[in-house]
């Protein structure tokens, strides 16, 4: 059976960075750690958010590149593979890229340290769940998109 697992993969990874977006200030645990940062750690905090964010946003231009790409060398494109290589790829440049600083480096006291790895599980967290939720969705609802080879 050929279940189209590209368009679920690439859905989840789409719905999982959207969950990362919306709900990544939710809960007040971003508030926590910043108000554990001085003003000097607040404002070496705020570069490193703008570098990552344009990380980000390179990324995913140069993952619709690569889409598109693929939509042009393509004899019959296909949509969810279009998605997939856009995801994979923005996923995989943010990921490999080097980061100039990172904010762990910076953080002088245990409850700074302590609040950044909250953040941190909690990003991981919303992400992977998102990720997971959006997979077991789509084989649920479209266990029937199914063709038998």
Known sequence: MVCYLTCGVGLAMIIATLTVMFFGNSFGIMKQYEDSLTPELKDTYKKIVRERAMIFIQATFI???????????????????????????????????????????????????????????????????????????????????????
């Open 63 to 149: 993952g619709l590149f690569f889409g598109f790409l693929y939509i042009r060398m393509s004899k019959e494109p296909d949509v969810c593979a279009f998605l997939l290589i856009v995801m994979l790829i923005q996923y995989m440049y943010y990921t490999m890229i080097p980061k100039t600083d990172y904010m762990i480096t910076h953080l002088t006291t245990d409850g700074q340290r302590q609040a950044w790895l909250d953040v941190y599980k909690y990003m991981r967290l919303l992400y992977h769940a998102g990720f997971a939720v959006t997979i077991v969705g789509f084989l649920i609802f479209f266990q029937g998109s199914c063709e038998k080879i």
